[in-house]
């Protein structure tokens, strides 16, 4: 996996950060590349009477600061070992620092431990979909349970044509970044690779409305033709996949494609399920030029859904709506 070269692991030293450290650590060792580890506290708040950046006020921040970069150093101390690691303490909302830290220091990819559980009992909190969201490089949330090594990696593209040119290359482009990712990933895991593509024959809901009366066998035949199309795209892009990543490569790997007739926002995380996923590899975003242009209610339903660690992807020219100034 050589392409990231400037990692930032996102630790909070309270909770369940090791596997996701762990991953961060043998990511930059093995691409040669650099590490940060962060910690991001609370910005501390005047209290009753107290003005706003006072004394008092800034010796808390400063006392915070303190204690958590010295628990940082502790959590990598093992690591030194290994590869040079870089350490900081950030201030203020989690996600927009974490934001802000990827746009002002060019991070290729962020790892962190997801949010425990919130009373909705979601995988993923909300700072962490705001990163799914926002963050414009790669986000790898790692489940705290997860073991050292992947046994199943679940790639998720979307190889539908019906779409403006422009999107259609932001989606393209999308597509073999998932791939990309998810194969090398299977490679240095020796993990199953899984590839699914969902459609749907649009329409066909409005054929079957019994006041419509379309013949069955019209039916039929149109999803028959629909079905056809879509097979043909898939294996469109798995040509594109061999291309790109070898031959060789492919035969080692032989991924599993799984083409199915449905919605996406069910069908992947039951498909995630059935076959024990370890990782769901997938895009957030398939548009690209639009500041501000956040992921679409497929992608957030899936998430919301899934169990198991997760590497969001953004398309290549995805401007995120966080800004460096505060």
């Known amino acids: 996996m050589n392409r990231f070269k400037n990692i930032l692991c996102v630790v909070e030293t309270a909770k369940a950060w ?4 762990e991953r961060a650590v043998t ?6 590349a650099s ?5 991001v506290v609370e910005a501390v708040t005047a209290g009753i009477g107290m003005p ?7 010796d808390l921040q400063a006392a915070m600061a303190s204690a958590h970069t010295q628990e940082l150093e502790v959590l990598i101390e093992p690591y030194r070992k290994r590869i040079e690691i870089q350490t900081r303490v950030l201030k203020g909302v989690p996600f927009l620092e974490i934001v ?16 425990t559980r919130d009373w909705l009992d ?4 909300s700072d962490d979909m705001h990163l799914l969201r926002k963050c414009p490089c790669p986000v790898w949330l790692v489940k705290p349970q997860a073991s050292q090594s992947y046994r199943r990696i679940l790639a998720a593209v979307d190889a539908d044509d019906a779409y403006p040119l422009a999107e259609l290359e932001s989606r393209r482009g999308l597509n073999r970044q998932i791939l990309e990712m998810a194969s090398a990933l299977a490679l240095s895991d020796f993990a199953e690779l899984h590839i699914v593509y969902v459609w749907a024959a649009l329409g066909e809901g409005f054929m079957r409305n019994k006041r419509v009366k379309t013949p069955e066998k019209q039916i039929i035949a149109y999803v028959n033709k629909v079905r056809r199309h879509r097979e043909a795209s898939f294996d469109e892009l798995i040509r594109e996949m061999t291309s790109d990543l070898g031959q060789d490569a492919l035969d080692y790997l032989t991924p599993r494609r799984h083409l199915v007739k449905g919605e996406a926002r069910k069908e992947i995380p039951a498909l995630a399920k059935r076959i024990e996923a370890d990782l769901v590899v997938m895009g957030t975003v398939a548009r690209t030029g639009i500041p501000g242009f956040i992921m679409g209610n497929t992608a957030e339903t899936i ?3 899934i169990d198991c660690s997760v590497l969001a992807i953004k398309p290549v020219g995805f401007i995120t709506p966080v800004t460096l100034e505060g």
Request: charged content about 20%; aromatic content about 6%; cysteine-free.
């Open 18 to 21: 090791k596997p996701a450290l």
């Open 27 to 32: 990511l930059a060792e093995n691409n040669q």
């Open 35 to 39: 590490l940060t580890v962060v910690d």
């Open 52 to 58: 706003e950046g006072g004394p008092i006020t800034a």
């Open 100 to 115: 802000r830290e990827v746009l002002s220091s060019g991070y290729d990819l962020v790892i962190k431990a997801p949010e």
């Open 122 to 125: 979601r995988f993923f909190g």
């Open 303 to 305: 998430l919301n859904q």
